[in-house]
């Protein structure tokens, strides 16, 4: 599922994910149009600092995604485990504690916070001669597939 970039629009679909389809896990994967060939896994998404405009101008009031919620939340998936036990060919992938403080970040953590912290994000590099789709798809199945592991380890 496409998500908008647009923070409300986005909190919303995330809600729906949660409340209709009742996933084990939900993994995001967004766009970072800076990065080269590089796979960036997000351990924590935060709650405050989103100032920047949306696609609608919007931006949520007080730069916070959700009121009542803590400063961060962090995801049931151990990033750090993942990457330094995964690898994928062609790309680099690295560990991160920040997502950015712009529509990936708030729905990532839009998301931990309806899923119980049963949610991941990874970022992408755009497609290029030397990310293709096939490369970033072969790679981001891999790590679904360790991710999908670690929440068999934490229902036993």
């Not at 084990?24 to 960036?40: D, E, F, N, R």
């Not at 309806?114 to 990874?122: K, L, T, V």
């Not at 497609?127 to 929440?151: N, R």
């Amino acid at each position: 599922m496409q998500l908008p970039v647009a923070y409300q629009k986005a909190k919303e679909q995330v809600f729906k994910i949660w409340t209709t389809l009742q996933p084990l896990l939900t993994v995001h994967v967004g766009l970072a149009s800076s990065a080269k060939a590089l796979i960036i896994l997000e351990q924590c998404g935060k709650n405050k600092g989103y100032q920047d405009m949306d696609a609608c101008g919007f931006h949520p009031e007080g730069g916070c995604c959700m009121l009542d919620g803590p400063e961060k939340i962090e995801s049931m998936i151990n990033m750090k485990t993942l990457w330094k036990n995964v690898s994928v060919e062609g790309m680099d992938v690295i560990f991160s504690r920040d997502a950015g403080r712009y529509i990936c970040d708030y729905t990532y953590y839009s998301s931990l916070y309806y899923g119980n912290g049963r949610a991941a994000f990874i970022h992408v590099p755009p497609l290029s001669s030397a990310v293709t789709a096939d490369v970033l798809g072969k790679a981001l199945q891999t790590i679904i597939l360790e991710m999908l592991k670690q929440c068999g380890e934490e229902r036993e």
